[in-house]
């Protein structure tokens, strides 16, 4: 049976990956044909858009396994999913750990409402968790507010253009031509390059309406790496029954506000590590200019607020407009926002910004040695820094009420009291407590 602690690598590292792995036919079509090898692979990836904008139903399944080398090829995801669509808003994913033949995870609209479902192994034995709530009209925006649909070919259904925002115009990509598997199926080849992000490899099927094969990631981040997703039985246009659709909780199903939540608590029980600890101070370049920002400036002045995020990352985009919001109506009580990105060219960031009309100021990590310090394993990461430099309190994830919490936890901050108890522990030994190395599973 599947435990909370083993999903999360899907879910939560799935929502961090999500943007990063996803990837917009709009966007593939939108590059410039600058070679031969480009413009054919924006065409291949033209006529996959077509042939899945065409379809009324969609359903396929995917494996997905991940392994990273320099960590001795330890398998950090692995597990099967089912999906199954109607436009404009009815949807079934079916999530698995491994071969077991029980989802571990559900996600399912009929149309009126969403339901996800968790149904596995907590710290005190078995846990089986639901919520519920209005179902957004279309498909795309289930899948976009949901933290558990991180799958690459998923976003196949989000809406034109929003890869191409997050993104931004350096993708760079290359049709490799038609080969042959081992049992002599042809396939088309195409590899792909985000700078400063990731790289790696398509394959699609041949044919006027060709589909997806596999997304493979085979470096993200400087790091070497082995995530593939291998997606197959693909059916287009069949008749979906109705009660496809349906969710009836389990008997023993518990209505919660949120399921990530409920994980997230499951998984550790507690805080993340670097509260009560001394906050790493830092020099990072702001966006737009040539100031540097440094925590020991604010120290004894503000309350800093830290949100960690990238443009690729699906639950960072989804937050940010929240955490533009709490900077502006705290903007003159002693609270200094930043939003810091990770490793990423400002242009890209800029472009992001722009497109969604975000002025929140913005720090950059190029190196990402700032979030390593800070004990950064997944994004958006949100850690609010008080007055006597000690991390008060940590948000990973965007889990709902996330607003109101931050609110709550400004609020008694500025009255003066603490969240926690700053610990003794040396900011040298908090920083020999992170891994080095930027790993989104904690």
């Given amino acids: 049976m599947t435990s909370a602690t083993e999903l999360l690598p899907r879910t939560t590292v799935a929502a961090a990956f999500s943007a990063a792995i996803a990837f917009s036919p709009a966007l593939l079509a939108a590059q410039e044909e600058e070679a031969d090898g480009s413009g054919r692979a924006n065409e291949l990836i033209g006529q996959i858009e077509a042939t899945l904008a065409s379809a009324q139903t969609v359903q396929f399944d995917e494996r997905t396994v991940m392994r990273i080398p320099e960590l001795g090829n330890m398998e950090m995801v692995q597990g099967r999913m089912s999906l199954a669509a109607e436009r404009p808003n009815r949807l079934r994913v079916e999530l698995y750990e491994g071969d077991d033949e029980s989802p571990a995870l559900v996600v399912v609209s009929d149309g009126e409402t969403l339901s996800q479902h968790f149904g596995g192994d907590g710290p005190e034995g078995p846990l089986s968790i639901y919520e519920q709530g209005e179902a957004p009209g279309e498909l795309a925006a289930i899948i976009d507010g949901s933290p558990f649909l991180g799958a690459p070919s998923i976003s196949l259904f989000a809406p034109a253009g929003s890869f191409a925002e997050a993104f931004g115009a350096d993708t760079e990509f290359d049709y490799h031509g038609v080969e042959e598997d081992e049992d002599g199926v042809e396939y088309q080849h195409l590899g792909f390059s985000v700078p400063g992000t990731m790289s790696g490899e398509m394959t699609a099927t041949t044919g006027e309406k060709p589909l997806l094969r596999s997304i493979r990631i085979t470096e993200m981040q400087g790091r070497e790496m082995n995530l593939a997703f291998l997606q197959e039985n693909w059916r287009l246009d069949e008749e979906i029954p109705a009660s496809r659709f349906e969710f009836d909780p389990p008997e023993d199903a518990e209505l919660v506000a949120s399921v990530l939540d409920e994980l997230i608590l499951a998984q550790g029980g507690g805080p993340h590590s670097s509260v009560g600890q001394p906050a790493p101070d830092f020099e990072l370049e702001m966006l737009d200019s040539e100031e540097s920002i440094t925590l020991a400036a604010h120290k004894g002045q503000d309350v800093i607020v830290l949100d960690f995020w990238a443009t690729w990352c699906g639950p960072c985009r989804e937050i940010m407009p929240t955490i533009e919001k709490v900077a502006g109506d705290y903007a003159d009580k002693n609270v200094a926002v930043y939003a810091v990105n990770l490793r990423e060219a400002a242009s890209q960031a800029r472009s992001f910004l722009e497109a969604h009309e975000l002025t929140l100021p913005v720090l950059m990590d190029r190196d990402g040695a700032v979030s390593q310090r800070y004990g950064v394993m997944a994004i958006p990461h949100t850690a609010i820094v008080g007055k006597d430099g000690t991390i008060q309190a940590v948000h990973v994830g965007a889990s709902p009420g996330l607003e109101d919490r931050l609110r709550n936890e400004l609020d ?22 992170i891994p080095d190395v930027l790993d989104p599973v904690d």
């Fill in 412 to 433: 008694t901050l500025l009255a003066g009291e603490l969240l926690v108890e700053p610990e003794e522990t040396a900011e040298a030994e908090v920083e020999d407590a």
